[in-house]
């Protein structure tokens, strides 16, 4: 126990944390990118099946935009086969340029909650669970109001049969994207690029809240357990 416990251990155990952190600096970047990457890489991966999913909830719906042609599956597969069949296989994707945007929607939030902690903690010593519970779903709040006209443009590709495409291109180009966007604005002025925004953000709003609570508390929990101080108290 003692050569455990010796001056040499000691030593070589601040080298391996000091190494460990260095490590940890200069390879953030890459992690970051790879984090990203990842992202990215579940969007090209799942856009098809939103896609799908997408259409065969508003299947049978009316809507009252002109510019939207019914459509009728009979299931998953049939869905599969008659996108690929009448539009091309690349309609799969269709809103896949959005999505991409979409990936920075956490960033945005964390970003905020970061910096409404900071300016709390310059007036008072240590955060409440209410006052995490409440800027995570500022933070949250505001993400998903940044973010909501893309996911507005995003549901509308995805559902792709939309007659601004009458010869079935893929639909996510920037230039569909700048043009819904236009025509939203158009039709329904300013705020038509927030219809349903109340929905989502009882959505996502409380959950994320929920969840920068659980994550401080852990965070609290195992700098306590580990005998750390931690920098922020909560």
Known sequence: MASVLSYESLVHAVAGAVGSVTAMTVFFPLDTARLRLQGVVNVLLTTPLWVVNTRLKLQGAKFRNEDIVPTNYKGIIDAFHQIIRDEGILSLWNGTFPSLLLVFNPAIQFMFYEGLKRQLLKKRMKLSS???????????????????????????????????????????????????????????????????????????????????????????????????KSAHKH
């Open 130 to 228: 209410l006052d995490v519970f409440i800027i995570g779903a500022v933070a949250k709040a505001i993400a998903t109001t940044v973010t909501y006209p893309m996911q507005t443009v995003q549901s509308i590709l995805r559902f792709g049969r939309h007659r601004l495409n009458p010869e079935n291109r893929t639909l996510g180009s920037l230039r569909n994207v700048l043009y819904l966007l236009h025509q939203r604005i158009r039709r329904f002025g300013i705020m038509g690029l927030y219809k349903g925004l109340e929905a989502k953000l009882l959505q996502t709003v409380l959950t994320a809240a929920l969840m920068f609570l659980v994550y401080e508390k852990l965070t609290a929990a195992t700098f306590t357990v580990m005998g750390l």
